[in-house]
Nanobody, 124 residues
Framework: QVLLVESGGGLVQVGGSLRLSCAASGGTFSRYAMGWFRQAPGKEREFVAGINWTGAGTYYLDSVKGRFTISRDNAKNTVDLQMTNLKAEDTAVYYC?????????????????WGPGIQVTVSS
């Protein structure tokens, strides 16, 4: 069992930055791929970014490429999402997810553990 807890969300203006962090406990974090997903009101949950078990492989939703950066620290059991140049359409609840496998998949059905989610609101 892997427990995930997100932190760092909040309210920011368009063009601003936020850094989300996800702390994991239980399981063998260093062997798992990790992902960030988001769900906006009235929309389905979507993949935002993923990182493989070593951190060498990263993947992004096209609309966040160049603005968001995912990283992990296997010594600390954390995965972060640095978000810059935020847009109003980035407003959503963001979820950290853990996949009991080494490589990233972009569909949520491949992820085994989820955090409770954290709100990110970008105001114009």
């Amino acid at each position: 069992q892997v427990l995930l807890v997100e932190s760092g969300g909040g309210l920011v203006q368009v063009g601003g930055s936020l850094r989300l962090s996800c702390a994991a406990s239980g399981g063998t974090f260093s062997r798992y791929a990790m992902g960030w997903f988001r769900q906006a009101p009235g929309k389905e949950r979507e993949f935002v970014a993923g990182i493989n078990w070593t951190g060498a492989g990263t993947y992004y939703l096209d609309s966040v490429k160049g603005r968001f950066t995912i990283s992990r620290d296997n010594a600390k059991n954390t995965v972060d999402l640095q978000m810059t140049n935020l847009k109003a359409e980035d407003t959503a609840v963001y979820y950290c997810a853990c996949r009991r496998g080494r490589e990233v998949y972009t569909h949520e059905r491949y992820y085994d553990y989820w955090g409770p989610g954290i709100q990110v609101t970008v105001s114009s």
